[in-house]
C-alpha cells in the first residue's frame, strides 16, 4: 500500500515533464515551420513583380503549395499554448486572420488563371491567322524551284488549324488545373486555419 501511494506522485510528476517536454518540442519545431514559411515567401516574392501576370500566378502557387507548412505550424503552436491563455488568444487571432485571407486570396488565383487562358488563346490565334495570311501568298507555280500543289496547301493549313486547336486545350487545362489546384490548397488550409483558431479562442 505504502509503495503503492509513494508510485503515484512520482508517475504524475514524470507525466508533467513529459507534456510540458513534447509542448516544448512541439513550439520548436511550429516556429521552425513558420519562419521557414516566411523566408520562402521573402525569397520567392524577390524581385516583386505584382503588375505581371506570370510572376503573380508564380508567387501564388507557390504559396498555395507552402501553405500546408503554415498550417502546421500554426497547429504545433498552438498544441503548445494550450495552458497559457494570453499566447493562445494571440495564435488564435492570428489564425482567424490568415484564413480569412487565404480563402480571399483564390479570387486572385481564379482571376489570373482566367486571364492566362484568355491571353494564350488569343495569341494561338493570331499566330494561326498570320501562317493562314503567308500560305495564302504562296502560289503554286510562281516559283519553279519550289514544287507546291493547291492540294499540299491545304493539308498544311489543316494541319496547322489542327495543331492550334490542340494547343488551346492544352492551355486551358493547364490554366483549369493550375488554378484548382492553387485554389484548393488555399481553401483546405483557410479552412483549417479558421478551425484552429476557432478552437484556441474556445478553449477555457
Same mark, same amino acid.
Given at each position: 500500500?505504502?509503495?503503492?501511494?509513494?508510485?503515484?506522485?512520482?508517475?504524475?510528476?514524470?507525466?508533467?515533464?513529459?507534456?510540458?517536454?513534447?509542448?516544448? %518540442?512541439?513550439?520548436?519545431?511550429?516556429?521552425?515551420?513558420?519562419?521557414?514559411?516566411?523566408?520562402?515567401?521573402?525569397?520567392?516574392?524577390?524581385?516583386?513583380?505584382?503588375?505581371?501576370?506570370?510572376?503573380?500566378?508564380?508567387?501564388?502557387?507557390?504559396?498555395?503549395?507552402?501553405?500546408?507548412?503554415?498550417?502546421?505550424?500554426?497547429?504545433?503552436?498552438?498544441?503548445?499554448?494550450?495552458?497559457?491563455?494570453?499566447?493562445?488568444?494571440?495564435?488564435?487571432?492570428?489564425?482567424? %486572420?490568415?484564413?480569412?485571407?487565404?480563402?480571399?486570396?483564390?479570387?486572385?488565383?481564379?482571376?489570373?488563371?482566367?486571364?492566362?487562358?484568355?491571353?494564350?488563346?488569343?495569341?494561338?490565334?493570331?499566330?494561326?491567322?498570320?501562317?493562314?495570311?503567308?500560305?495564302?501568298?504562296?502560289?503554286?507555280?510562281?516559283?519553279?524551284?519550289?514544287?507546291?500543289?493547291?492540294?499540299?496547301?491545304?493539308?498544311?493549313?489543316?494541319?496547322?488549324?489542327?495543331?492550334?486547336?490542340?494547343?488551346?486545350?492544352?492551355?486551358?487545362?493547364?490554366?483549369?488545373?493550375?488554378?484548382?489546384?492553387?485554389?484548393?490548397?488555399?481553401?483546405?488550409?483557410?479552412?483549417?486555419?479558421?478551425?484552429?483558431?476557432?478552437?484556441?479562442?474556445?478553449?477555457?
Amino acid at each position: 500500500m505504502a509503495s503503492s501511494s509513494l508510485s503515484t506522485p512520482n508517475s504524475y510528476t514524470n507525466s508533467s515533464s513529459g507534456t510540458l517536454y513534447a509542448r516544448g %518540442i512541439c513550439r520548436i519545431i511550429g516556429v521552425a515551420c513558420i519562419i521557414g514559411f516566411l523566408l520562402d515567401v521573402i525569397v520567392l516574392s524577390f524581385p516583386p513583380n505584382f503588375g505581371e501576370l506570370a510572376w503573380r500566378m508564380g508567387f501564388m502557387q507557390q504559396i498555395s503549395d507552402r501553405s500546408i507548412i503554415l498550417l502546421f505550424g500554426f497547429g504545433l503552436m498552438m498544441a503548445s499554448a494550450l495552458d497559457t491563455r494570453g499566447l493562445r488568444k494571440q495564435i488564435a487571432t492570428a489564425c482567424l %486572420i490568415l484564413g480569412i485571407i487565404l480563402p480571399l486570396s483564390s479570387v486572385l488565383v481564379i482571376r489570373d488563371a482566367v486571364t492566362f487562358q484568355t491571353i494564350a488563346v488569343n495569341n494561338i490565334s493570331t499566330q494561326l491567322e498570320q501562317a493562314n495570311k503567308r500560305l495564302q501568298e504562296v502560289q503554286p507555280g510562281a516559283d519553279p524551284k519550289i514544287k507546291v500543289t493547291q492540294e499540299q496547301l491545304q493539308q498544311v493549313a489543316q494541319q496547322l488549324t489542327k495543331s492550334a486547336e490542340t494547343a488551346q486545350q492544352n492551355a486551358k487545362t493547364a490554366s483549369i488545373k493550375t488554378g484548382l489546384s492553387g485554389v484548393g490548397n488555399l481553401l483546405v488550409v483557410g479552412l483549417a486555419m479558421i478551425g484552429v483558431g476557432r478552437y484556441g479562442m474556445r478553449r477555457s
